[in-house]
């Protein structure tokens, strides 16, 4: 655009802007300082940023019994120490990184054969299952939960990983999305793989998926950043068996019956969970917002 | 799979051959899509067929029987006052977090575009909220707006009989008396509960849900204004176009209508299915203020087990997800530029 370059307009833009970016900062502020204070100050909301890391007295281990003065904590460590020894926070973690892999590759080992036949095979039927996606495209599976959900407990399947996994092992997007970009692989290669003695199996997996690697890394920050960060899902199939728990269900257990004492360790948690896309996002801004505005290409 | 091979290497029996061929890439195809086509079959189209089914009765999980009772449920969702309270709690939010967030992020994206330096910086940190999980940002937001110890009520009331109270209260407009303006009764007495009182709850988990999405729309505007011809400005330029605005009106709005088109169906989409904050923040309350349909099924059909009605409910989320995007269909074909 043509932007109006007076310095009083540049200046009063950036003011405008930084008041927007305190207002989104703000609660990413409230979560780092509180996960590092102490109650005292949490209550009192003293200490500035990062408190004044006055060794404090837990309660708890009062509560069992010890020396007072084997009680003493700093209070970032009570707080992070404490988000890893209340719940089982690392158990969480881990089933979040296999649900969402798991998902993830799920998801490619359904969509990319169907995407190659859709986009470079001839068959009879060809359109209709075109159709078919284009169909379920329309379909938000966050909507269908309820019968989803008792599909799932017909078969006995809830509290358990694959209840958490089933339910995204399709996404119609992503066969959408591949059968785009392999319309734009010249059929030059396929046919030269042909020639060569391959089969259609193998020019899948080493010919167009290789091919794919761009589009797949977008197409995995976008299913992994939703997956990762999804509430509503785990809280419907995972009723109480802890050790199903996603990070998200974690640390909604952990607010439950919490009191002001546990303000800090319940923000080091939300710190714990929300930090590792947060990161990824600092380090490779560019893939990330094209991967999560994906679904932009419709 | 078998290992097999196309006979595009041997010509000599042309004819039969490529009949084979053909066989063997159908089969191939069909064995390609299979999997695919099964799993959208049975969880996406059957899923809908139960609860269109399901809809129509009183069934419970556990239940061996279920009695058929016509449209009773659906009578309930539109005839009743705390269902009809769930449709307003619904139609307030995405019509408050759609426009809001569009707004604000076209805005964003059209400030930022015009910038001369840092727009990345801004882009960085609008962006934030859209990778951080909503279910702990919410509960983050929690303790900020903690009625006593939230970091914003003690901000506000740190502006309590300062310049800050002076200038909030309005009292300086001619005709307008401070002492009854809000910040200064609030002064007086004290600051909201954001999320317990009913007059505020529903419009703090709009903003909370305005918060998230802006960064998300923001930066779809600004790849739509990549794609805004250059010339288009140039040309304004020559035919007389001077002001800011009225670029803006005749090239840069029309040029976005795609965009803008996809951008509100996307929000409202995910506005429908805003679950996260209200099951963390308000659980429905107060008085069913925040009751969102998503957050109805799940209490209905899944805490109290009452499948056929929540069925109900389910349908009619879904009859306006698919009116939002066929309406989306229909403008796109119609290539809307404003």
Redesign the interface.
């Known amino acids: 655009?043509?932007?109006?370059?007076s310095p009083m307009a540049?200046a009063l833009?950036?003011a405008?802007?930084i008041v927007?970016?305190l207002?989104?900062?703000?609660?990413?502020y409230?979560?780092l300082s509180?996960s590092m204070k102490s109650p005292n100050e949490?209550?009192t909301?003293t200490g500035g940023f990062i408190g004044s890391q006055e060794k404090m007295v837990d309660d708890y281990c009062i509560k069992l019994g010890n020396p007072k003065k084997d009680c003493y904590r700093t209070p970032v460590f009570f707080n992070y120490g404490s988000a890893f020894e209340k719940a089982p926070l690392v158990r969480y973690l881990l089933n979040g990184v296999f649900v969402t892999l798991s998902i993830f590759i799920i998801q490619v080992?359904?969509?990319l054969?169907?995407a190659?036949?859709?986009s470079k095979?001839?068959?009879?039927g060809?359109d209709v299952?075109f159709a078919?996606?284009l169909v379920?495209l329309?379909?938000?599976?966050?909507?269908?939960?309820?019968?989803?959900?008792?599909?799932l407990?017909k078969v006995g399947l809830t509290n358990s990983y694959a209840a958490l996994i089933?339910?995204w092992?399709?996404s119609?997007f992503g066969?959408f999305l591949m059968r785009q970009f392999f319309m734009t692989i010249p059929d030059d290669l396929i046919?030269a793989a042909?020639?060569d003695?391959?089969?259609?199996?193998?020019i899948?997996w080493k010919v167009m998926l290789p091919c794919a690697v761009p589009a797949l890394m977008a197409f995995a920050i976008f299913s992994v950043?939703a997956h990762?960060?999804d509430?509503?899902w785990p809280?419907?199939v995972i009723t109480g068996d802890r050790s199903y728990f996603t990070?998200?269900l974690g640390?909604?257990e952990f607010?439950g019956g919490a009191d002001g004492d546990f303000?800090g360790p319940?923000?080091a948690t939300?710190t714990i969970?929300?930090t590792p896309?947060?990161v990824a996002?600092?380090l490779a801004?560019r893939k990330?917002?094209e991967g999560?505005?994906l679904?932009?290409m419709? | 799979?078998?290992?097999?091979?196309?006979s595009?290497?041997n010509p000599p029996k042309r004819g039969a051959s490529l009949k084979a061929a053909e066989a063997r890439?159908?089969l191939?195809?069909?064995?390609?899509?299979l999997?695919?086509?099964s799993?959208?079959i049975i969880?996406?189209?059957?899923?809908?067929f139960?609860?269109g089914v399901?809809s129509f009765t009183d069934y419970s999980?556990g239940n061996t029987d279920f009695n058929w009772q016509g449209t009773k449920n659906y009578e309930r969702i539109f005839g009743r006052s705390s269902y009809q309270k769930m449709l307003w709690a619904s139609a307030t939010y995405v019509l408050v977090v759609v426009p809001a967030s569009i707004g604000?992020g076209l805005g964003?994206a059209?400030?930022?575009?015009?910038?001369?330096r840092?727009g990345?910086f801004?882009?960085?940190?609008?962006?934030?909220?859209?990778?951080?999980?909503?279910?702990?940002?919410a509960?983050?937001?929690?303790?900020?707006l903690h009625p006593t110890?939230g970091?914003v009520n003690?901000t506000l009331a740190s502006g309590c009989g300062t310049l800050v109270e002076g200038f909030f209260s309005w009292g300086w407009i001619p005709g307008v008396n401070g002492a009854e303006s809000w910040y200064s009764t609030s002064c007086a007495d004290e600051f909201p509960h954001w999320l317990g009182e009913k007059k505020y709850a529903i419009w703090t988990i709009c903003f909370i849900g305005i918060?998230q999405a802006?960064?998300?729309n923001m930066?779809?505007y600004l790849?739509g204004?990549t794609g805004?011809p250059?010339e288009l400005?140039h040309a304004a330029?020559i035919d007389g176009v001077r002001s800011?605005w009225e670029?803006f009106r005749l090239v840069?709005w029309p040029m976005l209508g795609p965009t803008t088109v996809?951008v509100v169906t996307?929000t409202a989409?995910r506005s429908f299915?805003v679950?996260?904050t209200v099951?963390?923040l308000t659980e429905g309350g107060p008085a069913k203020s925040t009751y969102v349909m998503?957050y109805a099924?799940?209490e209905k059909?899944?805490r109290e087990n009452l499948?056929g009605f929540?069925?109900a409910i389910?349908i009619v989320?879904?009859g306006f997800?698919?009116i939002i995007?066929l309406s989306q269909r229909y403008l796109v074909e119609r290539r809307v530029h404003y």
């Open positions: 655009m043509l932007g109006n370059s540049e833009k950036h405008v802007l927007g970016a207002i989104v900062i703000l609660p990413f409230v979560m509180y949490i209550l909301n080992l359904v969509a054969p169907c190659y036949a859709l095979l001839r068959f009879w060809r299952v078919m996606v379920c329309l379909i938000p599976v966050h909507a269908i939960a309820l019968p989803i959900y008792l599909m407990a089933i339910p092992t399709i119609v066969i046919d042909r020639i003695g391959m089969s259609e199996f193998s899948v950043v990762w960060n509430y509503f809280r419907v990070p998200p640390l909604r607010t303000y319940i923000m939300a969970i929300v896309l947060i996002f600092l801004q990330f917002i999560i505005t679904s932009g419709k | 799979m078998s290992e097999q091979t196309t595009v290497e890439t159908r191939i195809s069909y064995l390609f899509c999997p695919a086509i799993l959208m969880i996406l189209l059957v899923p809908i139960i609860a399901l999980l604000l964003a059209l400030l930022i575009n015009s910038l001369r840092f990345d801004y882009k960085a940190i609008y962006f934030l909220p859209v990778m951080a999980a909503l279910l702990a940002m509960i983050v937001w929690d303790f900020a110890i970091i003690k918060w802006v960064g998300f930066v779809l790849a204004l805004v250059r400005y330029a800011g670029r840069t996809f996307i989409i299915q679950f996260d099951e963390a998503m099924i799940f059909a899944i499948v929540g069925s389910t989320f879904l997800v698919l995007t």
